[in-house]
C-alpha cells in the first residue's frame, strides 16, 4: 500500500507533523449512523449485481486496497457525523448517511473474500491504519475551527478519496471490484459537488490537492450522477 497517496500538500504536512495516533479529542459525539428504505435498496441492488460477477483470485495488492477502503470511508462517514454534531449543517448528516453505505459495500466484498474487518466494532474516530487515524486527528482539528473549515474538510476527503479510488480501480482486475469502487466513485464525485456548492455559497473557492484541477473542474461543472450506492 502506498502511503504517498495520502500527503498532498499541506494537508500531509500536517498529518506528518501530528504524529500520534490517538483518537484525539474531537469534543462532539457522533450521531448513530441510520439506513434508510433508499440506501438499503441501492445497497440490495449492488449485492446482487455482484452475485451476479464471479469472484476472481485476489492479489495482496487488492485485498490491502479493499481493507483500506473500508476504513477510509469510516474516516469520511465518522468526520461527518461529528461535524454534523457541531455545526447543524444538512449536509454532513446526509453525506455520512452515503458513507456508511460506501462502507456497507465494501464489506460485501470483505466477507465475499473473507477478509478481515477492520471496522468492525470499532468506535467513532478509531482507526486500525495509522495513517487514517492521523488523516482524522488532523482533519477533526481543522473542521471544528468553523464552519468553512468544516466544509473544507468535507471537500479535501472527497477529493483524496477519488483518486485513492481511481487509483485502486487502475491496479485491479477483478470485475467485482471494479464495480464496486466504480459505485463509491460516483458518490464520491457527488459528495465533492455538494461540498463545493456550499463552499461556493461562502463565498470560498476550494484548490484541489489531490486530484487535478482539470478533473475537478470536470466533476463541479458536471450534474449529480444517478446509480451509486
Not at 473542521?143 to 485491479?172: F, K, M
Amino acid at each position: 500500500m502506498q502511503r504517498r497517496l495520502f500527503l498532498g500538500s499541506a494537508l500531509g504536512a500536517a498529518l506528518l507533523a501530528l504524529g500520534g495516533c490517538g483518537g484525539g479529542d474531537t469534543s462532539v459525539a457522533a450521531a448513530p449512523a441510520t439506513t434508510d428504505a433508499a440506501s438499503a435498496t441501492a445497497l440490495a441492488a449492488l449485492s446482487a449485481q455482484l452475485d451476479a460477477t464471479p469472484p476472481s483470485t485476489l492479489s495482496d495488492t487488492e485485498a490491502q486496497a479493499l481493507v483500506f477502503m473500508r476504513e477510509e470511508e469510516k474516516l469520511a462517514r465518522d468526520v461527518y457525523q461529528l461535524l454534523y454534531a457541531q455545526w447543524g449543517q444538512k449536509v454532513f448528516n446526509n453525506i455520512a448517511a452515503s458513507e456508511q453505505q460506501h462502507m456497507d459495500a465494501v464489506a460485501l466484498l470483505l466477507t465475499r473474500y473473507n477478509l478481515p474487518d477492520p471496522a468492525a466494532n470499532t468506535a467513532t474516530g478509531v482507526f486500525a491504519d495509522p495513517a487514517l487515524q492521523q488523516m482524522f486527528n488532523t482533519l477533526m482539528a481543522q473542521g471544528q475551527t468553523s464552519l468553512i473549515g468544516a466544509l473544507t474538510v468535507g471537500a479535501t476527503i472527497e477529493d483524496l478519496d477519488i483518486l485513492d479510488l481511481e487509483q485502486r480501480i487502475a491496479a485491479t482486475d477483478n470485475a467485482d471490484i471494479a464495480l464496486v469502487f466504480g459505485e463509491l466513485m460516483k458518490g464520491s464525485r457527488n459528495h465533492m459537488r455538494s461540498f463545493i456548492s456550499q463552499l461556493t455559497k461562502q463565498g470560498v473557492t476550494y484548490t484541489p490537492q489531490y486530484i487535478t484541477q482539470a478533473e475537478f473542474d470536470a466533476i463541479v461543472n458536471s450534474p449529480m450522477e444517478t446509480g451509486s450506492v
